[in-house]
């Protein structure tokens, strides 16, 4: 199951569009969060999440997904659930993705450390450790990041592409702008 961590001031884009590209995929995604199940986002969009973050079974993991968008990434940061799903996905080799301001999250943890990674322009000095290429996308190992909202679904089709393959992503992206 991929836990798809919301917390107050989260990017909606970030968010929504990798929860809605990854069940087109089939994948089994569930919004968790922090601090309640009505978050709402930095644009004001509230989203009532599946679960709050305390109901979460770290050991059901196959995937962590943090979005960016402030104050939602330091939220995120300072989530103590948050930071057990971490410690547990990257403890047991599973994948992690973070996009914008949120790779500074795994930065903080050294979890980016000799890793390619990239970011939202300003973040790169938080990715301790870490490789930035400033591309859109930047997949190393188990860790997914991305710049921001403008990559978004390139960023989704990314994690498709981990979860069910490259034919996947490439079926979605090609279902997805289908014309008439």
């Not at 290429?133 to 981990?162: H, K, M, N, Y």
Request: aromatic residues 6%; negative net charge.
């Amino acid at each position: 199951m991929v836990a798809l961590f919301l917390a107050p001031g989260f990017e909606e884009v970030e968010a929504l569009t990798p929860a809605d590209v990854l069940r087109r995929a089939g994948v089994e995604v569930r919004l968790v969060g922090v601090g309640g199940r009505e978050i709402t986002g930095a644009h004001g969009i509230t989203v009532v999440c599946d679960w709050e973050a305390r109901q979460l079974d770290c050991r059901d993991l196959t995937m962590v997904v943090l979005p960016g968008g402030m104050p939602g990434a330091a939220n995120l940061e300072q989530s103590e659930q948050v930071q057990r799903c971490l410690d547990y996905a990257a403890g047991e080799d599973l994948w992690i993705a973070a996009i914008c301001a949120a790779p500074y999250v795994l930065g903080k943890k050294g979890l980016l450390r000799g890793r390619r990674a990239t970011c939202f322009p300003g973040y790169e000095d938080q990715l301790e450790g870490a490789v930035y290429t400033g591309q859109p996308v930047e997949v190393d190992g188990r860790f997914i990041t991305a710049r921001g909202a403008g990559v978004a679904l390139d960023f989704a089709l990314a994690l498709v592409s981990a979860l069910k393959g490259p034919g996947e992503a490439a079926s979605i992206r090609a279902a997805m702008q289908a014309r008439d």
